[in-house]
């Protein structure tokens, strides 16, 4: 069976977390950062959850592990092992949950505040491992796609602050939140076998009912007009 695109993939898990088709790229409507990060952290943490109790039912798995235990659960299965690279992306995505949940400044704060307030010593690994950097808001700054705070001296990230942008951090935060969920809806659906063959469960049927629902179809519309360069997370 031809296995899902990562847009499929996406839609396959809203359903597979009984979300309406299209809740994940409505994170990008969220009214501020604090209610996105909680939000984009309770579905990867929803989604680990289906997985887990799907591949590990039989040695009783405890619901109530905490998110950083279940993705290194989840990484210990064969078919998620593969995209190793992604597993810092969780325990990033999980110190940065925890720095707007346990905060009360942080409700109305905005993602490249907290970034910023993160100490030295993690101000590096963690954008890095969410994808995050910092551009230049003009060719003389000299400043690239993979400058991170960590980089600048106090100095320019006030310039950076006044003056510059962070590349979208939700929106670079969401396409690689829409990596990490690909990967655990295809392990959900397609499972490696002991002969090394990957198989995939039946999900064409609901995946069709999915692809004509009308909010699936208004997206895919304005998609193809707005970014015809396929740039949103989980579309290229």
Known sequence: MKPPTPFEAILLAELNLGLPPMSFYKLMKEPDDWSFVLKLHAILESALTRLLEKRLHD???????????????????????????????????????NLFAHNAKYICADLRTVLLSIPHAKRRSVPQRLGLSFVEHGPERGLNRSTTPCDLDEATLKSLRDNCVSLYPRYKLLMSA?????????????????????????????LQDLLN????????????????????????
């Not at 829409?178 to 499972?191: D, E, P």
């Open 59 to 97: 040695d009783g798995f405890d619901a109530y592990t905490n998110f950083v235990g279940k993705a290194q659960l989840a990484f210990e299965l064969q078919e998620v092992a593969l995209d190793k690279e992604y597993q810092g992306f969780y325990f990033a995505l999980n110190s940065l949950r």
């Open 178 to 206: 829409g990596n990490a969920l690909v990967t655990l809806s295809l392990a959900y659906y397609i499972q490696l076998g002991k002969d090394g063959k990957f198989y995939a469960q039946e999900f064409r049927p609901q």
């Open 213 to 236: 629902d009308p909010a699936v179809l208004d997206f895919r519309k304005w998609y193809a007009n707005d970014f015809p360069d396929g740039t949103i997370a989980g579309l290229s």
